[in-house]
Each structure stands twice: as structure tokens, then as C-alpha cells.
């Protein structure tokens, strides 16, 4: 039976806020951005983002993040997916384990 997406959204604020009070959000975002630097994700998204922006007319910063966002999202490496979604599932667990 499927959990109604109010109680998932409560939830989800929930476990979020938690991550954020014990600290353990910024240890998971440090290690994404460590993970996605050092495969290269970063440097490549920088470069395909400046490309995009020598060639829009007119430049907004909006325009581009929704152009560059979807591509962003669909390269990140699935070895970085894996490790920060493991992490994530490893805090949620310890916390309704206690």
C-alpha cells in the first residue's frame, strides 16, 4: 500500500531536518561536491557552461541554469549517485534503528 504523498512530504521534512541539526547534511553535501570534483563533473559542467553562455543572446542567469540543470542532473556519475544516496540511506537508517 503506498504511503499518501502528504505523509511522504512530512517525512521527507522531517528526516531533512534532522540531517541538517546533527550536521550530517554537510558531511553528505561536502562529500558530493569532493566526489563530483575529482571525476571531473565539475570542470566539465564549468566549461559546457561558459560555452552556453558565450552563445546566448540575451544572457540571463535564469535562462541558463533551466538550459544547463536537466543536462547537469543526467552526467552526474552514477559511482557519486550511489555513494551520496548510500550515505543518505545509511543515516535514515541508523536514526529510525534508535
Sequence with gaps: MP???????ALYVQ???RLVESGEWDRIHHLL????SESGWTDDLRHRTKERARVMDPLTFQALLEEITPQ???TVPLAVK???????KGYVKEQFEK
Excluded: G, M
Excluded at 33 to 36: H, Q, T, V
Excluded at 82 to 88: G, H, K, L, M, S
Design 3 to 9: 504511503i499518501p504523498q502528504p505523509e511522504l512530504d
Design 82 to 88: 550511489r555513494e551520496v544516496t548510500n550515505a543518505i
Design 15 to 17: 528526516v531533512h531536518k
Design 33 to 36: 561536491a569532493s566526489k563530483l
Design 72 to 74: 547537469a542532473k543526467a
